[in-house]
């Protein structure tokens, strides 16, 4: 069974998180290794995980290596930065792209938001969308893929 280090700093800046949003749990996690903090009333026990998505076994397996695999696909478009990424211009209108779109060089496909500028991010290449690996208002790291360009 593999090891992990555990990040003492990132598990306090978790805890700090929780403090500063008002929230009872949160969870992180990268590739194979997550990490659950929950604050729970004192004398109760913190709320269970959530179920894994039923399914055989087999299929989680493929779901991680299609993610993974992601990154190596020649359509991937990763974020250049850190920050929150948006999917349409403003809350409520529509995203700017959807799966199945065409898109053209340079057109705008998210918005990420890094030290309160918005940053659009544009398609490096005409193609199709295929994959939209990007959630509304979601942190993003450097080098995340965002989305997949056939």
């Given amino acids: ?4 280090s555990i990040d003492e700093g990132a598990i306090e ?12 749990e949160l969870e992180y996690g990268e590739g194979r290794w997550h990490v659950r903090v929950s604050r729970a009333a004192a004398g109760q026990p913190a709320a269970p995980a959530p179920a ?3 399914g055989p076994e ?9 993610q ?3 990154a ?5 478009v990763t974020s250049p930065m850190v920050g929150t990424v948006y999917l349409a211009p403003e809350p409520g209108m529509a995203p700017y792209v959807k799966i199945g779109d065409t898109v053209g060089e ?3 496909l998210f ?9 659009p991010i544009t398609a490096p290449r005409p193609g199709r969308v295929s994959q939209i690996f990007a959630q509304n208002a979601a942190p993003v790291e450097y080098g995340e893929v965002l989305i997949i360009l056939e």
């Fill in 52 to 54: 894994s998505p039923p």
């Fill in 111 to 119: 918005l990420i938001e890094a030290m309160k500028t918005m940053n």
């Fill in 68 to 70: 993974e695999s992601a």
């Fill in 106 to 108: 340079g057109q705008t």
């Fill in 58 to 66: 087999s299929e989680q397996p493929e779901a991680l290596a299609t």
């Fill in 72 to 76: 190596a696909h020649p359509g991937a």
């Fill in 1 to 4: 069974m593999a090891r992990h």
């Fill in 13 to 24: 800046r978790l805890v700090k998180l929780l403090d500063e949003h008002g929230l009872t």
